[in-house]
């Protein structure tokens, strides 16, 4: 393809091609006749191949021209709907929002962290979950415009993120009805016993965990570890073992998925991030998040 292609001439082959004309899309486009026929051969010269032949007193599209009309088509029809896309952001204008969610973070603490703005009718909202370097990573490049994450970001002069702690919340163990009662009896020591469902190394509450099982002489009877925090909880609703979680998290987790509080971890709690790239706050719904506490931040005292 030569540095003479243009969109006009593949308008004006598009438009010929739907005619099935040189006449009539002349006619329809409100140009000479000999204009669009020679902006089409343009086009034929420039894309090394014919297009069009003639088939009575029209023209046909070649093979060719076929596979530059199924490009052309999803071209200009994109293009047709422009207009009206473009008016219609303009009349309902949306505050976007792209969010980073670690791996790490309860699913259900993220819908609690956007609280303050998730009601608001214009709003768009784009989440990623991933890694948290990964997400950090994406944040420092501006692809991102907030991170919630279980931790500060590090330390780090190449990369200039600022961290704000949201919230924290007491631990707590949970187990479906049918472990409830063996869960209870003896707790903590029963963890030795009945199965104990983990997060991962990925979440930051689990080394505190492993600690406060060191600390009270007790090894867990670990049945499963799972990277995905909601992953854990749907496992552990089905009876597959009790699971930790925030304590800010019991009224929802008993509501939804039908489980119930064992005993708490004491003096261990976790935390809650948002980490942005600009130390100047700019998007007022970056400010609005960072403004509000945690609406849930009542319950971490029970």
């Known amino acids: ?71 052309a088509d ?42 303050s703005i998730i009601h608001e009718q214009q709003i768009q909202l784009v989440c990623h979950e991933g890694e948290f370097e990964d997400l950090l990573a994406d944040l420092a490049l501006h692809r991102l415009d907030l991170v919630f994450a279980d931790r500060p970001a590090p330390v780090n002069k190449n990369m200039s993120l600022y961290s704000q702690e949201l919230g924290h919340s007491p631990v707590s163990w949970l187990a479906s009805a049918e472990l409830l009662e063996q869960a209870k009896e003896n707790f903590p020591y029963s963890l030795a016993t009945i199965p104990v469902i983990m997060p991962t190394y990925h979440s930051t509450v689990r080394f505190k965990l492993d600690l406060w099982f060191e600390k009270l002489g007790i090894t867990p009877n670990i049945v499963g570890e799972f990277e995905d925090n909601a992953l854990m909880v749907t496992f552990g609703s089905s009876g597959f073992g009790v699971f930790p979680a925030a304590s800010i998290l019991l009224s929802e987790l008993e509501h939804h998925y039908q489980v119930h509080p064992v005993g708490a971890c004491e003096d261990i709690h976790e935390y809650f991030y948002a980490i942005r790239s600009e130390k100047r706050i700019q998007h007022p719904l970056v400010q609005s998040i960072l403004a509000t506490p945690m609406r849930s931040m009542s319950l971490s005292n029970r």
């Not at 200009?76 to 008016?87: A, D």
């Not at 204008?93 to 603490?109: M, S």
């Open 1 to 71: 393809m030569t540095q003479h292609f243009n969109y006009r001439h593949l308008h004006y082959f598009w438009v010929v091609a739907k005619e099935g004309s040189m006449t009539k899309a002349a006619s329809r486009l409100n140009i000479a006749v000999q204009t669009i026929s020679s902006q089409v051969h343009e086009l034929e010269k420039d894309l090394g191949h014919l297009l069009f032949k003639p088939a009575g007193r029209g023209l046909v599209l070649t093979d060719a021209g076929f596979a530059a009309m199924k490009l």
């Open 74 to 115: 999803q071209i200009f029809q994109i293009g047709e709907k422009l207009p009206s896309m473009v008016s219609g952001s303009a009349a309902t204008p949306r505050n976007r929002l792209a969010l980073g969610v670690a791996d790490g973070l309860p699913k259900l603490v993220s819908k609690e962290l956007l609280d």
